[in-house]
């Protein structure tokens, strides 16, 4: 990765600049906001309505250590975890591919001496920045209920960092295959698919073993190990595994998204 | 020894696939020069300018721009260039100042300065008054003003222009030439395709005609419509669809297009008197200057603009 930064000579200036450009579009009206605002609340719904709501039928829940905590304890992570996703897709997806495909911006950039690689870069960062608002502001919804400590929600955040950073470049990746916006439909569903089967709503170790191994290969069971192993204090060095899975698919999203960039704009 | 050209191509070539769209062409471009690619729309003149601007690669032949090689030093000569696209790609999310504002951030200048050359350039393209508006609302000849003060704001050594005028009505070119005219002035070198030949004729040095992925003919406006023209052209039309042609031999040579009969002629109005003498009556008859488009004509068989 950093071998691949030096070789193509990243220019912080110039990723700095891919990323101004979406500050300076936030000022274009109130409809991005509306959007930035809702998706925040669906994670914190979910939190209250099955966290909370279902949590109160479930009662208490044994973790493999043999600590028991509340149902809603076990979930909040899980969302914290797809906030982090959602807020780094929302951006890498739509927003990305309406750059990319539709108002050209990508072509008018790639015109300057900005390289594929740092608009790849700028737009993970800016992804990013959207992803941190929703993790910080739903750790502090955390710690407002009791379901996590000012210190572990510290602990997590740097872990929610990561899980940006992987779903942010598989989102750049993913958006420079769509054909167009029917395409985003299967991705809808399979955000979906994970949102549900990811040890999000209940452990892993319960489901049948094939499923167990399928759900172990996608990515927001490692995000939801990693998230929640840190915002409730249970460490173990398989939280290593889950970071080196969401680094390395960082690194590929990355790479990959650059290289299509190169391939579909600069013909 | 001569000024190093700030274009140098040799047998230059792109293909897509099995589509040749540039077929091995050869140009210098000297500094201070207004260049022009003369071409029908699928000449090859955008993908010939894509290469240029440092953005697709040639599939063969030697390229230099600005003395450096565009595979391995795109960043660095792009830095240098200032492009105007054949479609305008503002963004849609800015305002009018802040898609220049923004723009020069790419190039690495400064808030203060990204801010002082949007200034100076919303004057030279007459936007001032548009400068908080969004890019949508604007009319077709703004968007194209706003393109080419972005193209500027780095203040490039080679300016590219890819069909600067094309979908503009006749007051908006106007007002675009008069300001291309003036970069001219002040040494920019500007290179520009068009398929207007008036355009070709207005700002154009020195000019290529392209066909077919090739360059046909070379020179300035005036050495191409003496070479390939002659001094006025006649053009008659008839009513009753009758075939003139074989009637107007010898007055001077005789182009029969579906619609109306050129004559080039020396002389325009002897030309027509002698129509008269041999006692044709044409429903209309216009004697004008010959112009690129004749030469275009002369060299391919077809008109410019269908």
Same mark, same amino acid.
């Given at each position: 990765m950093i071998s691949t930064m030096v070789a193509a000579r990243v220019s912080p200036s110039r990723v700095g600049a891919v990323m101004n450009r979406n500050v300076g579009a936030?000022?274009?009206? &109130?409809s991005y906001w509306l959007v930035l605002l809702s998706g925040f609340f669906e994670p914190v719904l979910y939190l209250l309505s099955i966290g909370i709501g279902v949590g109160a039928l479930v009662g208490d829940l044994t973790l493999p250590s043999g600590r028991v905590v509340e149902y809603a304890v076990f979930v909040a992570p899980a969302m914290l975890a797809v906030s982090a996703m959602s807020g780094a897709l929302s951006e890498t997806t739509f927003n990305f591919f309406f750059k990319m495909k539709y108002s050209k911006t990508f072509d008018a950039i790639l015109?300057? &001496?900005?390289k594929p690689f740092e608009i790849a870069l700028g737009e993970l960062a800016w992804a990013m920045v959207r992803s941190s608002v929703y993790t910080i502001a739903f750790l502090m919804v955390m710690v407002a209920l009791g379901l996590t400590s000012p210190g572990w929600a510290l602990a997590a955040l740097p872990a929610t960092l990561l899980v940006g950073l992987a779903f942010g470049g598989v989102g750049m990746a993913i958006s420079t295959l769509?054909?167009?916006?029917?395409d985003f439909d299967m991705l809808t569903t399979g955000q979906f698919a994970l949102f549900l089967f990811s040890?999000?709503?209940? &452990?892993?170790?319960?489901?049948p073993v094939a499923m167990e191994i399928v759900v172990w290969l996608t990515p927001l069971y490692h995000a939801v190990e990693l998230v929640r192993g840190l915002a409730i204090g249970?460490?173990?060095?398989g939280l290593l595994g889950n970071a080196a899975y969401l680094l390395v698919m960082m690194a590929l999203g990355l790479t990959f998204a650059a290289r299509r960039i190169q391939r579909t704009l600069c013909v | 020894m001569p000024e190093q050209p700030l274009i140098h191509a040799r047998a230059l070539v792109k293909r897509f696939g099995d589509f040749t769209a540039v077929d091995g062409i050869d140009l210098d471009v000297a500094p201070g020069e207004a260049f022009g690619f003369l071409g029908p729309?699928?000449?090859?003149k955008s993908s010939t300018m894509r290469m240029i601007s440092c953005v697709s690669m040639p599939t063969s032949g030697e390229l230099r721009i600005l003395g450096m090689d565009p595979v391995r030093e795109g960043p660095k000569i792009r830095a240098r260039l200032g492009v105007c696209p054949q479609l305008d790609n503002l963004?849609?999310?800015? %305002?009018v100042r802040e898609n220049l504002t923004t723009y020069a951030r790419y190039f690495g200048l400064s808030k203060a300065e990204s801010r002082r050359r949007a200034d100076e350039l919303l004057e030279f393209a007459q936007l001032q008054d548009k400068?908080? %508006?969004?890019?949508?609302?604007?009319?077709g000849g703004m968007k194209r003003r706003l393109t080419i003060a972005r193209s500027l704001v780095n203040e490039p050594d080679l300016v590219l222009l890819d069909e600067?005028?094309?979908?503009?009505d006749p007051q908006a070119r106007h007002l675009l030439w008069e300001r291309l005219f003036r970069l001219k002035q002040r040494g920019t070198t500007l290179v520009l395709t068009t398929h207007y030949m008036d355009e070709a004729e207005q700002l154009c040095d020195r000019l290529v005609v392209m066909d077919g992925g090739r360059i046909v003919a070379e020179g300035s406006p005036r050495s191409l419509i003496q070479t390939y023209s002659t001094p006025e052209v006649v053009e008659l039309r008839f009513a009753?669809?009758?075939?003139y042609a074989g009637k107007l031999e010898g007055i001077g040579r005789v182009d029969p297009l579906p619609d109306r009969i050129l004559l080039y002629a020396d002389d325009g109005d002897a030309a027509v008197s002698e129509v008269h003498r041999r006692g044709l009556t044409p429903s209309s008859v216009l004697v004008r200057r010959s112009s690129l488009e004749d030469v275009f004509l002369q060299l391919t068989g077809r008109t410019l603009v269908d």
């Amino acid at each position: 990765m950093i071998s691949t930064m030096v070789a193509a000579r990243v220019s912080p200036s110039r990723v700095g600049a891919v990323m101004n450009r979406n500050v300076g579009a936030l000022r274009s009206g &109130p409809s991005y906001w509306l959007v930035l605002l809702s998706g925040f609340f669906e994670p914190v719904l979910y939190l209250l309505s099955i966290g909370i709501g279902v949590g109160a039928l479930v009662g208490d829940l044994t973790l493999p250590s043999g600590r028991v905590v509340e149902y809603a304890v076990f979930v909040a992570p899980a969302m914290l975890a797809v906030s982090a996703m959602s807020g780094a897709l929302s951006e890498t997806t739509f927003n990305f591919f309406f750059k990319m495909k539709y108002s050209k911006t990508f072509d008018a950039i790639l015109a300057t &001496p900005v390289k594929p690689f740092e608009i790849a870069l700028g737009e993970l960062a800016w992804a990013m920045v959207r992803s941190s608002v929703y993790t910080i502001a739903f750790l502090m919804v955390m710690v407002a209920l009791g379901l996590t400590s000012p210190g572990w929600a510290l602990a997590a955040l740097p872990a929610t960092l990561l899980v940006g950073l992987a779903f942010g470049g598989v989102g750049m990746a993913i958006s420079t295959l769509m054909r167009g916006w029917q395409d985003f439909d299967m991705l809808t569903t399979g955000q979906f698919a994970l949102f549900l089967f990811s040890g999000t709503f209940s &452990p892993v170790q319960d489901y049948p073993v094939a499923m167990e191994i399928v759900v172990w290969l996608t990515p927001l069971y490692h995000a939801v190990e990693l998230v929640r192993g840190l915002a409730i204090g249970e460490l173990s060095w398989g939280l290593l595994g889950n970071a080196a899975y969401l680094l390395v698919m960082m690194a590929l999203g990355l790479t990959f998204a650059a290289r299509r960039i190169q391939r579909t704009l600069c013909v | 020894m001569p000024e190093q050209p700030l274009i140098h191509a040799r047998a230059l070539v792109k293909r897509f696939g099995d589509f040749t769209a540039v077929d091995g062409i050869d140009l210098d471009v000297a500094p201070g020069e207004a260049f022009g690619f003369l071409g029908p729309n699928g000449a090859g003149k955008s993908s010939t300018m894509r290469m240029i601007s440092c953005v697709s690669m040639p599939t063969s032949g030697e390229l230099r721009i600005l003395g450096m090689d565009p595979v391995r030093e795109g960043p660095k000569i792009r830095a240098r260039l200032g492009v105007c696209p054949q479609l305008d790609n503002l963004d849609p999310d800015l %305002s009018v100042r802040e898609n220049l504002t923004t723009y020069a951030r790419y190039f690495g200048l400064s808030k203060a300065e990204s801010r002082r050359r949007a200034d100076e350039l919303l004057e030279f393209a007459q936007l001032q008054d548009k400068a908080g %508006s969004q890019v949508e609302p604007l009319s077709g000849g703004m968007k194209r003003r706003l393109t080419i003060a972005r193209s500027l704001v780095n203040e490039p050594d080679l300016v590219l222009l890819d069909e600067p005028t094309t979908g503009l009505d006749p007051q908006a070119r106007h007002l675009l030439w008069e300001r291309l005219f003036r970069l001219k002035q002040r040494g920019t070198t500007l290179v520009l395709t068009t398929h207007y030949m008036d355009e070709a004729e207005q700002l154009c040095d020195r000019l290529v005609v392209m066909d077919g992925g090739r360059i046909v003919a070379e020179g300035s406006p005036r050495s191409l419509i003496q070479t390939y023209s002659t001094p006025e052209v006649v053009e008659l039309r008839f009513a009753d669809g009758v075939d003139y042609a074989g009637k107007l031999e010898g007055i001077g040579r005789v182009d029969p297009l579906p619609d109306r009969i050129l004559l080039y002629a020396d002389d325009g109005d002897a030309a027509v008197s002698e129509v008269h003498r041999r006692g044709l009556t044409p429903s209309s008859v216009l004697v004008r200057r010959s112009s690129l488009e004749d030469v275009f004509l002369q060299l391919t068989g077809r008109t410019l603009v269908d």
